[in-house]
């Protein structure tokens, strides 16, 4: 049973950068057949995409956020990681890391964490 | 990019009733449309694949159709655990995009 766990600062302050980390256990970052992706749920309100990445490193961004997000993947931690420059408050929003199968669907999610952006 | 519309935004109903959520794409999308089923304070659970491929636990209750601009997600007999908020999502391109979601609240 594939699990994945979000981790990271739970505040972060207006202007710096939001820097969160996607575990995966029971599964594998390298697998063919899966991209990995973060999203994000504003308090109160629906789910974004912010961005997939495959194993090789081909990368997918929303183009909302293009500017300020990185995401990347280490195969040899079975991690992956987003990065999201200069943020604001209306960055603060529960983040999600779930895997995108082959059903091309994101069939299996972290449990969430919610990171607010204040001073 | 590809917007999604939902209908409709919320909508109150008795255990044991049919309903229906409608999801509409701002373009062709074949049958790559994704359905999700979300609980407050919980991730969201994938309930629909490809348009009308059931994902493995989901209770056959529940099921989609669809293909190209309109799917929708029906639920059969509503049972107290599908009390939740519905989301659609196109995957047809790399850069997917979700409705705004439905609410189901209890009559």
């Known amino acids: 049973q594939m699990q994945l766990q979000e981790s990271g600062p739970g505040l972060v302050k207006p202007s710096e950068t939001l820097s969160l980390t996607c575990s995966v256990f029971?599964?594998?970052?390298?697998?063919?057949?899966?991209?990995w992706g973060w999203l994000r749920q504003p308090p109160g309100k629906g789910l974004e995409w912010i961005a997939t990445?495959?194993?090789?490193?081909?990368?997918f961004y929303n183009s909302s956020l293009k500017s300020r997000v990185t995401i990347s993947v280490d195969t040899s931690k079975n991690q992956f990681s987003l990065n999201v420059a200069s943020v604001t408050a209306a960055d603060t929003a529960v983040y999600y890391c779930?895997?995108?199968?082959?059903?091309?669907?994101?069939?299996?999610w972290g449990q969430g964490t919610l990171v607010t952006v204040s001073s | 990019d590809i917007q999604m519309t939902q209908s409709p935004s919320s909508l109150s109903a008795s255990i044991g009733d049919r309903v229906t959520i409608t999801c509409r794409a701002s373009q062709s999308i074949g049958i790559y449309l994704n359905w999700y089923q979300q609980k407050p304070g919980k991730s969201p659970k994938l309930l629909i694949y490809g348009a009308s491929s059931l994902q493995s636990g989901v209770p056959s209750r529940f099921s989609g159709s669809g293909s190209g601009t309109d799917f929708t997600l029906t639920i059969s007999s509503l049972q107290p655990e599908d009390f939740a908020t519905y989301y659609c999502q196109q995957s047809s391109v790399m850069s997917v995009t979700f409705g705004p979601g439905t609410e189901v609240h209890i009559k």
């Open positions: 990445i495959y194993f090789s490193g081909s990368t």
């Open positions: 029971g599964g594998s970052v390298s697998s063919s057949s899966d991209y």
């Open positions: 779930a895997r995108r199968s082959s059903n091309v669907a994101f069939d299996n």
